[in-house]
């Protein structure tokens, strides 16, 4: 049975270098997880480029690459949905999963930054993608480093046999560092 890592073994293992997270700010270590900070990388969706998104042939370049400048903020409207990314690159090791979930604070405000993939492998190291969607009737300005997400950990029963990046794997997002649109449908 795996267990969540309490803040003491995550900072235990952080200093052990075990799991990396950079950069690193000990104040962010909550009772069971580690506060995540948004990065300036986000993409933006074209509604224009398709009429629709066909899963078996899934179309390429849905998106426009957006870097926010120091101290500027994002606005996100209505009812869009943008992909963002953290502050943070993290490295899992192969016997660690973690899982991003969003902030209480942000969901109480419609904020919702993540939409399905808030599931992070052993053995990943990257930044990681934000689904963010604003669920309310005005827009929402996101400002870079502001906190707007949290990891926590569980132990495996043991380490994966195929840790994420394995080469037999196709880990499309393995070192990934800006906001990365889906790679679904791609061959390793």
Known sequence: ????????????????????????????????????????????????RTSAIDLRDPPTNLTEHVAV?????FVIHPGEFVLGVTEERVAIPDDIVA??????????????????????????????TLEITNLTRVPIKLYPQLPIAQLSFMALDRPAELPYGHPDLGSHYHGQVEATESRYGLRP
């Not at 950079?22 to 900070?37: G, K």
């Open 1 to 48: 049975m795996s267990s969540v890592l309490s803040d003491g073994t995550i900072r235990r293992l952080v200093a052990d270098g075990r799991i990396r997270i950079e950069p690193w700010d000990p104040d962010l270590v909550q009772p069971a997880s580690v506060d995540l900070r948004l990065g300036n990388s986000f993409r933006v969706f074209h509604n224009h």
């Open 69 to 73: 400048d120091e101290g500027a903020p």
């Open 99 to 128: 899982r991003i979930e969003g902030k209480s604070s942000l969901g109480r405000l419609g904020l919702i930054v993540h939409a399905t993939a808030g599931f992070v492998d052993p053995g990943f190291e990257g930044t990681l």
